[in-house]
């Protein structure tokens, strides 16, 4: 019996008022991501109603051996599609033990700068660009000794000859949903085995919360399917398109009547810190950002309405009813959207500059 088949023998044992609830953090590398799973006696309803917990950090690259307790303190509770019934997924952000965010909690410096913008309403909708690989290290159904047929019939595509993975992406997808997760759609991109989901329309921190779980869903679904995830932002080198992470924002005053004037000037300061975001808009970037397959070169800023080779665009559609959002093209697939979020506020509306 395939050992999937054989967990469903299992999986529907009564639980005699016990709850499993599986504690996520983002690991050392401010990428990976960490779970680790206890048995609760309630059924919580809020994350401040779960104990803080805490793990070996040394072994995750977060603590030194000596000193290795990384403190585990829940922020969002999500129902678990695994185990389902009234079992969860704890989203957890990690403190060291002096009380100092660990150095990938960059949840906390997000929530404090959402936390001063409350009243302008923040909205984001992240587009998560991926790449799904078999254990040989191999993009997912390409030929073993050579490459598909070049970029043009994959993006958006049906057929046996086109796309790879769409299991995976279906069942993540419904796992999303389960969850609670605000994912809006998904659909396959524009190199063969490439995929992109989207969360959104999320309000302030909770955009990072609903991604960082969406990421979790879909590396532990393909971890089921014995698929593995890439978020690297250029998997594979030469005429093949990278993966980003656009980031579509709005205030407000952009989404109402006279909403152009909003996102002119919010882009007018974002064009004045270009440095500044693409410092904390993911690794290894520059191999993506080079003017071509639809991005702009990262060393330079651009915009434009409709305009996909620019870093910022305007949809068309907001240009024609004069407001809405707009989308920052520069996050990698691997930025991480607690940062993108907040360098996103801090420019946009705290008016932080490179010279304050
Ligand atoms: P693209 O045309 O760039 O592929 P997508 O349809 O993939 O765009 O993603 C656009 C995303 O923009 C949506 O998923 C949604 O979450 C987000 N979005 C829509 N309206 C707003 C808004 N007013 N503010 C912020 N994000 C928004
Ligand atoms: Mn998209
Ligand atoms: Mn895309
Ligand atoms: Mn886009």
């Known amino acids: 019996m395939p050992s999937s088949a054989l967990l469903s023998r299992y999986s529907d044992l009564p639980q005699n008022g016990k709850i499993q609830a599986t504690y996520v953090w983002i690991g050392g590398s401010g990428s990976d991501l960490r779970c680790k799973s206890m048995t609760l006696d309630f059924v919580p309803t809020s994350p401040s109603q779960l104990k ?7 072994s995750t690259g977060q603590a030194e051996g000596h000193d290795s307790d990384v403190y585990l303190r829940p922020c969002a509770i999500f129902k678990d599609p ?3 019934g009234d079992n969860i997924l704890v989203l957890c952000e990690t403190y060291n033990r ?4 660990n150095v990938t909690n960059h949840r906390a410096a997000c929530a404090e700068a959402m936390a001063k913008v409350e009243a302008e309403e923040p909205w984001f909708g992240l587009e998560q660009e991926y790449t799904l690989f078999d254990v040989d290290d191999q993009p997912l159904g390409w030929p073993k000794n ?14 046996a000859n086109k796309i790879y993975g769409r299991d995976i992406v279906e069942a993540h997808w419904k796992a999303c949903v ?7 759609g998904t659909n396959a991109e524009v190199m063969p085995a490439q995929w992109e989901f989207q969360v959104g329309p999320c309000h302030g921190i909770e955009m990072g919360d609903h991604l960082w779980m969406a990421r979790f869903l879909l ?7 014995g698929i593995v995830v890439s978020f690297h932002p250029k998997p594979i080198k030469g005429d093949w398109n990278g993966a980003g992470l656009h980031s579509n924002y709005s205030t ?20 004045k810190r270009h440095q500044a975001h693409i410092a904390v808009y993911g690794a290894d970037n520059e191999q993506r950002l080079t003017g071509k397959h639809e991005t702009a070169s990262i060393s330079t800023f651009s915009y434009g309405v409709a305009n996909r080779g620019c870093s910022i665009r305007i949809p068309r559609s907001v240009a024609q009813c004069g407001y809405g959002y707009f989308e920052d093209r520069r996050p990698a697939s691997n930025a991480d959207p607690y940062q993108v979020t907040r360098v996103l506020v801090e420019t946009t509306i705290l008016g932080v500059t ?3």
């Open 82 to 84: 695994f185990a389902r």
């Open 219 to 225: 590396e532990r679904v393909a971890e089921d399917f």
């Open 354 to 356: 490179d010279e304050n």
């Open 178 to 184: 389960y969850a609670g997760v605000k994912i809006a």
């Open 52 to 58: 803080e917990w805490n793990f070996d950090g040394s």
């Open 98 to 101: 002096d009380g100092t965010a």
């Open 252 to 271: 407000g005053p952009m989404r109402v009547e006279g909403g152009m004037a909003h996102i002119e000037a919010a882009i007018e300061k974002l064009s």
């Open 146 to 159: 050579g490459f598909p047929g070049p970029q043009g019939p994959y993006y958006c595509a049906v057929g």
